[in-house]
């Protein structure tokens, strides 16, 4: 078991370029979050997964945001267009049964250019 | 609406004193508040937790305090270490809310030597 993995760590990407991420939780984890989080704040809860569903979405999550987490595994986050004001840290977080267990990840800092 | 609020945004702290991190939440229904650390480039790791129904929570060097009349709440630190040096975040959850949690702004610990 080597913890939340994520990938790219970073990515730098034009305006109205789509972009994708990859978050591949602890194996027996069966919820899975994403946040974002901006210079200064803390991290901002995006959206989760229980098993392949996805049970809640923050109004964050514009229309331009999409994300998966097929067969209960591994989850994607799909921005498309992307602005500047999409450049932040995202981070993915894996929880089993209990909020003791919730673990992130390293994240992905997408960069807009 | 920023419902936990970390309102110091850096502390410095002599190594072997005490560090005292500090948080205020607006939301008297969040049932438990975690305290995460944070190292540049890595994703918030799990520090020490509080239920709602405790006042107090101690683990080695940290100690959590909850006081809910005046929803606040504080982590002690002693004696401080300069690998203590991180950012710190508090984060409370909901009862039925799915494990999603919502992150103050940070507190940015300096332990000097």
């Known amino acids: 078991d080597t913890g939340v993995s994520q990938d790219p760590r970073h990515k730098i990407t034009k305006r109205g370029q789509n972009v994708t991420f990859r978050c591949d939780p602890i194996?027996?984890?069966?919820?899975l979050y994403w946040y974002r989080q901006t210079l200064g704040q803390g991290p901002e809860f995006l959206t989760y997964f229980q098993n392949e569903a996805q049970l809640e979405k923050s109004r964050l999550l514009s229309d331009r945001f999409s994300a998966e987490r097929p067969k209960g595994s591994f989850s994607t986050l799909e921005i498309q267009r992307t602005e500047q004001g999409d450049s932040a840290m995202y981070l993915c977080a894996s929880m089993s049964g209990t909020l003791y267990g919730y673990t992130f990840g390293s994240g992905t800092r997408l960069t807009v250019v | 609406d920023q419902q936990v609020k970390q309102n110091s945004p850096s502390l410095s702290v002599q190594e072997g004193r005490i560090s005292i991190l500090n948080c205020d939440y607006t939301n008297s229904m969040f049932d438990y508040f975690l305290w995460y650390k944070k190292y540049p480039a890595e994703g918030p790791t799990f520090l020490i937790s509080i239920s709602s129904i405790k006042d107090k929570n101690e683990d080695g060097r940290f100690t959590v305090f909850l006081n809910k009349s005046a929803k606040h709440l504080s982590l002690h630190i002693v004696p401080s270490q300069p690998g203590d040096s991180a950012v710190y975040f508090c984060?409370?959850?909901?009862?039925?809310?799915?494990?999603?949690?919502?992150f103050g702004q940070g507190t940015e610990l300096s332990v000097k030597p």
């Open positions: 194996s027996e984890h069966n919820r």
């Open positions: 984060a409370a959850s909901l009862r039925n809310q799915g494990g999603k949690l919502i």
